[in-house]
C-alpha cells in the first residue's frame, strides 16, 4: 500500500508540474483575434420566392426575359356597385426604363384564383377578346407592355394606351396581406397572347382568332410590397 501511495503522490506532483508549465506557456503564447465572419453578398434587394422572403420588391419572367424591379405604384378600390370586392391594383415597369411593365388588378384575399380570355364573334368571321377574364370573378387581370411600340400602334383615339399583351390564362394568389403594415405578398402566373398582332391583323382584310395569336409565359411574383390606401 505505501507503494502504490508513493506512485500516486509522485503523479499528482508531476500534474501540478505540467498544468504549471502550460500556464505558463499559455501566459506567453499571443492572444488570437477571432476572424470575422464575411458579410452576405448574396443578398440583392429582390424577394426570394422559394423562400417568400418578405422585401420590398417584384420579380417578372415573360418567355425569355427576366426581370426585378423596386419601381411600382399600387392603390386599393373598392367596386361599390356589383360584388363589392376590394382590388389591390399594381402598376410596375422595369428599373431603368418605362418599358416593360405590367398592370395587375388582384383581389385584396388570401387565395387562388383563376380566369381565361373571354372571346366573343360579333361579325362570325373571327373571334376578339372582352376586357375582362371568364372562369372565377375573384382572378382579377393582368396586362402586360413589352416594349414602346405601344405608345403609336396601339394609342386608342380616346387617349388610353392598349397592352400589347392578354390574358390568355392566368391564376393569381393571395399569400398574405398584412392589414396592419398594409403590404402583400402573392404571385401572379399563367399564359400571355399578343394583342398586337391580333388587333393589327383586325385592321386587315385577313383577321385571325384570338387562339390564333402568338403565346408566351408569364410568372410574377412579388414579396412584402407597400399598398397605399386612397
Known sequence: MKNYAKIFGMLFVVACIASMVFSACRKDMPEVEPVPVPPDTT???YNNDSALEITDSITVV??????????YTSHIERDT??????WIYIDAHHPDAAYPRFELKILNEVGEHTGWVSVSSPTGTYTMPGNSLAGDMKCGNLKYYSNDSVMTELHM????????WWPDTITTQVLLFDARESRLTGRCSGVMFDYLQWF????????INVS?????PIAISFGGLQIARE
Open 81 to 86: 356597385t356589383t360584388n363589392h370586392f376590394e
Open 157 to 164: 383615339s380616346d387617349g388610353t394606351i392598349r397592352a400589347n
Open 43 to 45: 443578398y440583392n434587394g
Open 212 to 216: 390564333a395569336a402568338r403565346r408566351k
Open 62 to 71: 415573360f418567355g425569355d426575359s427576366h426581370w426585378k424591379t423596386l419601381s
Open 200 to 207: 393589327l391583323a383586325s385592321k386587315t382584310s385577313n383577321p
